[in-house]
Every structure is written in C-alpha cells, then in structure tokens.
C-alpha cells in the first residue's frame, strides 16, 4: 500500500467509518476479515444441523412451522456472510473447501449434540442470546458489507432468541418432566454457551488487532460479562438455576460474579476433539456432493444463458 493509501485507512477507521470492498486495506485487515467472517459464516451453516435434527420430530404444527422457519434463516445468514466474504477478493468454492478439510473453523457451540426438545428452546434462548450480544456490536464494524449483513441477521437472531425463551418458558410451565427436561437442557448448554465469546482476554491472540481496526467493538470478557449480565433475570424469571455456583450479584460492579468455563474443553472442541466435530463435517460434505448436479446444472444454464444473449 501506497503512504497516501495507507494513511487514508487509518484516517477512516479513526473517524469510526466503513471500509468498503475497492477501498486500499493493509493485506492483514483483509485475511483477519476473511477469517472471521468465513468463521462467521461456516457456523451459521453447521449451526443448521443440531436444530435441523429436531424438525422431523417437533411436537407440533405450530413448532414445526417455527423451527423450519428459523433454520432456513440460518441458511440466509450464512449465504449473507459468504457474499461479504467474497467482497475480499475469496471465492465461495475456496470458502467451502477451507471448512471442508478444517483449514477454517466454526462456533464451537455446533459441536455439542441436541439431545430434547427442550434443546431447541435452550439454543434459541442461550445460543441466540449470546449470538446476539457478540453481533449487536458488529453492526457498527468497520467493513461496510460485513456491518450491513449483521443488521438483518441481528433482527433474525432477535426473533430466534424469543422463540427460544417462550418454548422453554411454555416447558416451565408444564409437567415436572418437562420441567426437568428444561433443567437438563440448560446444566448442558450454559458453560459451551459462555465459551462461544472465544478464549479470555488475555488469551486471546487477535482481539487486539481486530478492536485497534474497529473490526470487534467489545473484547471476548466485555461480551460473555454482558450476556451473563442479561440472562441471569431471564433464568430467574423462567425458574431455572444456571449451573454455576460462583455466580452470584457483585453490587460494587453492578454485575454479575462467574465461574470459569474449562477452557482444556473449550480448545479441545475448537481443535476438532468435541462430541459432534466429526459428524457435522461428515454432513456438511454429504450435503456438499449431492448438490454437486444443483451447481452443475446452474452453470450449464448460465453458460447457455450467456451463449444466447
Ligand atoms: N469457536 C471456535 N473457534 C473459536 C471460538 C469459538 N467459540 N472462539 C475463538 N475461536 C478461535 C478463533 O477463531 C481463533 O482461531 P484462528 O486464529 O485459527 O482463527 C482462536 O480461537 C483465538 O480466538 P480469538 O483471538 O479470540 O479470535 P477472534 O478475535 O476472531 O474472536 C470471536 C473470536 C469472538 C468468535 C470472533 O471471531 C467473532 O466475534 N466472530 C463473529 C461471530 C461469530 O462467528 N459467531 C458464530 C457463532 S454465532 C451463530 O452462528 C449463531
């Protein structure tokens, strides 16, 4: 990059504007960019499976109906992310490829299994919830197609996160089992919920970088604070008990005390080690190969389309 080039990206991102796709970017802002947002967008595709598991089996129409809707918007999000990502200059065969044989990752949460329905509220409530307090922040990120992409996926993430809170808040108010079954959900997926804020602070090797380029707003700590912060009264208020019995009021921060998440676990699931890893990847390139003739008959036409016009 050219002093002049370089020094308009630094005036940019101190003035806390957007980066757009033909703006001069130092070669790290654009690889930290794909990294994340490939990240981003992998989890939002294998984060279809867990929940997809349950359509088949919901106990109602109604739910039916919910759940589809809300994993095809999963989908939207990931299609959204990946088109941001290819505003970089990556393209979405490459994109597919680098999660296929592991080169990139995705959400650690997508590697624990959903074992009750009751799973499919807790995703909604703690998952989404979580989803939301890192996403909120990246509508204001300094790349302006990964910043306007957040906008609609944080609307989507909200509507998911209420769906969530009123199944389990419907359990609740249930049959003891159910009661139970709600219970058992949460114990499962509190501590992976805190873990997909990424590693603390201090362990965390681009948190730095990324908050100096306005590519994060909050660190990993501020974020997982926040959503303790928030979900603490709705768990009081659904009569569920979080499993952690460092928790509790600290009045001098006006905030919440925790417990620390088993960060062996956490970098063990990340490195591939976790319950699910293997079966979700397994899928997603089951998933891949049959649609090979989709994508073989879409460039046939376009060829055709384009031989003809
Ligand atoms: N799951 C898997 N990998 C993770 C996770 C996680 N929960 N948290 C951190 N990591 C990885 C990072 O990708 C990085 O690995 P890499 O260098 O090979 O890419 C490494 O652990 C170190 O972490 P950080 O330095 O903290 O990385 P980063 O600054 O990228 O922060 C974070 C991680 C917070 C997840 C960030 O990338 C982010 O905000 N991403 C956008 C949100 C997102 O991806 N959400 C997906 C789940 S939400 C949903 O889909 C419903």
Redesign the pocket.
Known sequence: MSDVADRTFEETIARHDRIEPRDAMPDDYRH?LI???A??AH??II?MQPEGNWITRAPSLRRKAILLAKVQD?AG?GLYLYSAAETLGVSREELTRNLLTGA???????NYPTLSYADVGTIGWL??G??IC??VP?CRTSYGPYGRAMIRICKE?SF?QRQGYELLATMMRGTDEQRAMVQESVDRFWWPSL?????P?G?????AQ?MAWG??RHT?DE?RRWFVDMTVPQAEALGVTLPDPALAWNAERASYDFGEPDWDE??A??KGDGPCNAQRLAHRQQAYDDGAWVREAALAFAEKAGDEG
């Open positions: 930290t990294r994340q947002i990240q981003h989890s939002e984060g999963e999000h990139q990752k995705y959400s650690s949460i997508f998952v989404d979580a989803a890192n996403q990246l993430e998911h873990m997909m804020f990424g590693p602070d362990d965390s090797p681009h948190t990324s590519i994060k990993n974020l956490f970098w699931v990340v």
